[in-house]
């Protein structure tokens, strides 16, 4: 699915506010920008305005907005829904019109629509499959899992991947694949006024341009580069292991998604390093986080550790039952997106495959 660049124009800052998780808290991923972009020569695909205030001089600017963004689709929320009005708003070029507030299931039916006509037009490939691996506590094996899945992808699906590397400090993705990347923190050093969420949506656009999968490990700190990468991800899967100190922290990391209206149907929970009698059984673990276990991964301490210090993945260092299981998980993504082969491709090396070195 393609993420959607989304413009809120409004005087009103709780308007931006509320339009803002709206539009991030639907199953289409959308990247919520200001005016800049209009500047700056990138077309919004989604633009909502707000005529509450003086619907009759909102007019002209809708018709500006037509104008400087043919393919966009406008979203015109007013407070009344006088017949008059509405037609005034089409014919300025709106696509949508909503009584303010907009009915959430209603508001969303017009997003997917959007996405859908922007796919169709586009006429080329879809955009790339975002997936962020994001980890309920350091040690909980999302590099691992984040590596792991996108060698499999790329081994699978026989397309372009590549790996993001956000893990605040030195990264580890590099030493999980065997390369060495081309920059390193002392780049990120020199260029520290570059390093912001806006940096990283511009960042995760040019990759999705030549991309079909983008897998991003984003560590387990939410900052600001991190929720840029939540806010572009199709998919979103929560690392946690089947401890105390995990669960307490998937809770409150789900919570917080949540308010940041980046949770709803993208996100899965994985239970990794997992091995039975469990320290908490997985029913009890989806009571206390209020979502089902998407996947669970077992403990396999000596595999992945000669593979890590062997620069060689799993998926890659010939038969173990946890390369299986990563290849069963990857199917399952992969099947997903309805892009799934019929039958076990044999192995081979990571063809197609690409390492982003961190950007910190």
Known sequence: MAQLVGLIVSEEEEFKKQIGRLLRSGPVPI??????????????????????????SAMAGIERLRAASPGAGIFVIALTGEPDLILQSMRAGANEFFVWPPPEDVFQGAIRRTSARRETAQGARAAATTLVFFGAKGGAGTTTVAVNCGVELARLSKKPTVIVDLKSGLGEVSLFLGVRPR?????????????DREFLKELMRLLARQYEYIVVDAGNQINSCTVAALYAADTMFLVANPDVPSIRNAQRLLDRERQLGACGERVRVLLNRAAEPYPIPPKQIEHALGHPIHHTFASDYKTVSTALNSGVPLALTGNSEIAAQFDRFTRRVLETGGDAPAAPTAKRG???????????
């Open 31 to 56: 990247s919520v920008t200001d005016e800049r972009v209009l500047r700056e020569g990138t077309p919004p695909d989604v633009v909502i305005v707000d005529i509450r205030a003086d619907a009759s």
């Open 183 to 195: 920059y390193t923190l002392l780049d990120g050093i020199d260029n520290l006024q570059r390093l």
């Open 350 to 360: 990571v063809l197609g495959l690409e390492k982003l070195a961190s950007i910190w």
